[in-house]
Each structure stands twice: as C-alpha cells, then as structure tokens.
C-alpha cells in the first residue's frame, strides 16, 4: 500500500517522517525503547536567543564574556516542514493523487568540517579579526574535532533507525591542508584514538577542547566517499602553498603578512596569531602588528603540520580501516593526480554519482585573486562530458557531487564561477541541461543549506532540468549535515526528500559548546554582513524539500521495477489522505 504524498510530507512534522526521516525502517528491527531516538529538522530547529539590546559588542575572542552579555545562547524551536517543490514539473502539474511507491536509495552528505590545527603558526587570525573574516578565525575552531564525532554519532543513530546506502563529504574535510587536520578527519571515521592538539600539545591534560578522546567512528555498514574542496589543497583555502607558506607551517615562527585582500600574499606587517592550548577559551597570542614584538613570535614545531599536495591529500584515504579503501579515489587517480571519478551505490538501481573537482588550480593564483572560485579546465571538462555521456547511454539517474555550487552567485562574487575558467558557467549549464537523466548536483562551499531548482530550458522537455542542493558546514551555524531519499512515485516521477540534521548533543558536551560559539559567531560576525541574505534561511539556517523530478518515458519504464516498496506502517501513517 502506498503513502500518498500530502501524507509522506506531513508525518515529518509530527515525527513520524517514515522515509524523510527514518523512523519507519524499511528492514532489520526498530531500536530498543531505551536508546535515544535522533532528531532531525523535521522534528525541531535550533534558532538563536536574541542578545539583549543593552549588550555591548564584544570581540569574537571574548568568549568568557558571551554568556554574561547574551551572546551565543539557542533554543529549540518547532520543526521545519518538509516543502514540496515543482519548480522542473510542466506548468499545470499538481501531483494531486500521487504516491510514493519505493525508495531507490538513502545516502547523506556532508560538507565543509574543516578540522582544524589551532595550535599551527600559519594562520590567518588576524587579518580574520580585523576584517570580520569567520573562516580565518571563529571560536568555534577549538572544538571542530569534537564537533565531527558528534556529527558521526548523530549519522550512525540515523542509520540505526533507517539504513544508509552510503555517505559522501563534499569537501573541505580540512582547513589549510595539513597531514595532522586530515588524519583527524580519517581517523575519526574510523574510530580510532584522536589527539585534538599539535606542537607542545599544551593543555592535553586540563583542557576541554584540547584532552586526547576516543572517536566512535562510522558505522562499518556504511561506505563513505569523498571529494576535494579548495581548503584540502590549498593554503586556508585560498593559496598554494609556496616555499614561505611550506616553512612556517613546519617551523617555529608565527606567521607574518601584511594586508593580503589588498597588497598580495608578498606583503608583510603583521604577526597572524595562534592559539594557546593552555587557557579554557583558547586566547590569541603573536597576534599584531610586527613593530609591537621585540622578537618575532615563536611556536612550537610539529612535522604533523606538513601541507600536502593534491596527490599526497588523496594518498591518505588508503589508510583506513573503513570502506571503500581509497574512499572512491584509485591508483589510477594518484598517477594523474586526477581527483575525479564516478561509482555507481547500488547493483539493483541505475543510478551513478559523479564526483567533480571543480576547485581551481594552482596555475590560477597570480598573487592576488585568491583560489575560492568553481572552475574546471579541459581535462576534467572532457572527463565531465563523458562521464554523463556514459551514463545517459546507460540509461542510468545521474547525481554530480562536487564542492563548489553552481548559478547561485552572481559573476564576479568571491565564490562565483571563476571568469577565466576554461568553461564558461553559461556553456556549463548548456551542457548540463543537455541530459535529460541529470537530477541533481549536490555541493558545500558556501555554508549554507540553499536549494536551487534548474528548469529545462525547452518547457516541452521538463526532463532536461535539475536540482542544486548545498549542504552547510560543521564549522558555522546552523552546524547541519542532509539525509536524501530518492524515491519513486506512482506517475513515473521521482521525489529527492533531503532533510537537515545535525550533531545530537548533550547538555554540557563540546559539540553543545561549540554550538554556542556558532551562534556567537553569527551574531558578532556573520549576521552585520549577510544577515538578510535569503539563501541563509534564517533563523533556522535549515530547509527540507521533496523535490519532485521528472523523468524521460525510457527512464520511467525501467525504474519500474527498481527500489524497496514502501512498508504498510509507512503507507498507513499520518493524517493526510
């Protein structure tokens, strides 16, 4: 018996979201009344308190003061309904009487962790805190390590109630490219022991966000691959790592640059600043002008800090103890220092994933115009361009993951489609719409949960559009990863149900600390920028869709006989008809 659709969206907020949320399972037996049932999005949001109007503004690094002056302080609030969309549907389409006949797959994503070396003299904290710059420093750097595990904790409880196909991160796992940041990364996949501090590792014994932890890891069942985002191999994401860069991240000096927005990465005056491990609130030291410092500011070395090259970045995901080995990346890949490639989740579903670096590359960087921009060059355009030829010819669902979204800034924009690219963002998009089992291109970057329909440029063949959905960061607030079910309806469409979630946390936890600091963040350096951007979704930072694709007849016809029939507890929940 199948669910109708007005049912299927509705029972989310009532927390019974069967497919959206996971609390029907489609196999394996429900979990035992006393474990602690995840929520996500659906159920409740997270929104920040206001600070009182009477407060002062303070410093980012004022943590101490954030409670007493209101900053950073949240609260549950009601769930987010699970919004219908039929943005690519033929204009008079309803979907009235239409239901959701099975599931072709689950999977979640999840972007922009940025585990980060607090601790590293090559950091950017100054110019951060001058500029109003959260990605160069935020509190919330001290607990990403701890942040990540609450996240793996929070996806494993998902998968207990529902089962995952499978996992895959949308770049950015580390924040400037160290070996140290992405062996965090790894190894907390894999449960193993995690030393969250470098260099002296000052304050391991005493200290919250620096005391050594074990990580839980993914659970075994679910594979997780990866893709490369701009901080994985580039210098805090914005530069390559030249001679100077290479020996300040391994050496004892705190780094010195000038104002590199407006004078290039040769300019320099200006001590960058670390962090103690010592205090509670991680205090910026050798942060300042060079002419304040009698001698220039000195840290403790790590050759765990080494940055790597693209080549030695994908190296590290074939040593693992979880699966696939490689996590999607192959031999082949390391020869051609190539990180592009395709693999296909389930035998019984045609469905292919396309993982696409669409970073820039080190030959873009000319001393000014930093690496953050979506661009691809001829060979990965020509590997693109077969790849959905492929699998077009196949008759195989197409998803495109990469780091970088596409047609939601405007050109120009610091994280825009780079003007130089050897593919212009136009004849992207000419392409794309070219490939009628193209659905969906999932991506990070930006921090944002924005979901962004493509229609078919020819209202005669809907097919030909597609869906963006852009999954935030652990590092900013709303601190969220997605969950996506496909699934198939009764009139040959499909629904692409994605649902925000994020780490479960614990009164008094580090992730809850973190959570307050990501709040604090917002309001002391987000919110006075873009505060009224609407692809922010505040005050929630949350959206959860169904949005509804149409397909080719071919792809119709041989979807008929795939994916796991909905169960009769699910086509009987909720109140709707």
Not at 521 to 537: E, K
Request: charged share 15%; with cysteine; glycine share 8%.
């Amino acid at each position: 018996m199948a669910l109708s659709r007005r049912a299927f969206l509705k029972t989310g907020v009532a927390g019974a979201a069967c497919i959206a949320c996971g609390v029907y399972t489609l196999s394996g037996p429900q979990p035992a009344a006393a474990a602690v049932i995840p929520w996500t999005t659906l159920e409740r949001t997270v929104v920040a308190v206001p600070v009182p109007a009477t407060s002062p503004a303070l410093s980012p690094t004022d943590i101490a003061q954030f409670a007493r002056y209101g900053y950073g302080v949240w609260e549950y609030a009601p769930g987010l309904a699970c919004q219908e969309r039929l943005d690519l549907m033929p204009s008079g389409y309803t979907g009235q009487g239409v239901t959701r006949t099975a599931r072709l797959v689950r999977f979640f994503t999840i972007s922009d962790i940025h585990l980060t070396d607090k601790q590293s003299p090559a950091q950017l904290i100054y110019l951060g805190l001058v500029r109003h710059i959260s990605s160069a420093y935020s509190p919330v750097m001290l607990y990403t390590t701890q942040v990540f595990d609450a996240a793996v904790q929070a996806i494993n409880a998902l998968d207990a109630q529902d089962p995952i196909d499978f996992g895959i991160s949308l770049g950015d796992a580390c924040n400037s490219t160290l070996y140290n940041e992405l062996r965090w990364y790894v190894d907390i996949l894999d449960g193993k022991a995690i030393t969250p501090s470098s260099g002296d590792h000052a304050g391991a014994d005493a200290i919250d966000y620096q005391k050594p932890f074990q990580a839980v890891g993914l659970h075994a069942s679910i594979p997780w691959y990866q893709a490369l985002g701009n901080h994985d191999h580039f210098w805090l994401g914005s530069a390559p790592v030249d001679a100077y860069l290479r020996q300040t991240c391994l050496g004892d000096t705190v780094l010195n640059l000038g104002n590199i927005l407006a004078d290039g990465m040769d300019s320099r005056g200006f001590y960058m600043g670390t962090i103690d491990g010592s205090t509670p609130d991680g205090t910026v030291t050798a942060s300042g002008p060079v002419a304040g410092f009698a001698a220039p500011p000195k840290v403790v070395p790590d050759p765990g800090r080494r940055p790597l090259t693209r080549r030695e970045w994908m190296g590290e995901f074939f040593k693992t103890s979880s699966q696939p080995v490689g996590h999607g990346f192959t031999q082949a890949n390391l020869d051609a220092d190539f990180a592009c490639y395709s693999f296909e989740p389930k035998a019984d579903v045609p469905l292919k994933v396309i993982v696409l670096d669409d970073t820039q590359q080190n030959e873009d960087f000319s001393g000014r115009g930093f690496l953050w921009h979506g661009s691809v060059d001829k060979t990965r355009w020509d590997w693109l361009v077969s790849e959905l030829d492929k699998g077009q010819a196949e008759g195989k669902l197409m998803i495109i993951a990469a780091h970088i979204p596409i047609g939601v800034e405007k050109p120009g924009a610091f994280m825009s489609w780079w003007d130089r690219a050897y593919v212009t963002e136009e004849a992207l998009f000419a392409t794309l719409h070219s490939y009628p089992n193209l659905i969906l291109w999932i991506a990070g970057h930006r921090h944002y949960n924005t979901v962004t329909a493509f229609p078919s440029p020819d209202p005669t063949r809907p097919e030909l559009g597609f869906w963006q959905v852009e999954t935030a960061s652990l590092r900013d607030f709303p601190q969220q990863f997605r969950t996506f079910d496909i699934v198939r309806n009764s009139d040959g469409t499909v629904s692409i149900v994605t649902i925000n979630a994020g780490p479960q946390l614990e009164d008094g936890s580090l992730a809850a600390v973190s959570r307050a600091h990501a709040i604090a963040a917002q309001q002391l350096i987000i919110n006075p920028t873009i505060s009224t951007n609407p692809m922010l979704y505040l005050p929630t930072g949350s959206y959860n869709g169904a949005l509804v694709v149409p397909l080719s007849p071919h792809m119709q016809a041989k979807l008929q006989v795939c994916g796991t029939p909905l169960p009769a507890k699910a086509a009987t929940a909720g109140t709707g008809a």
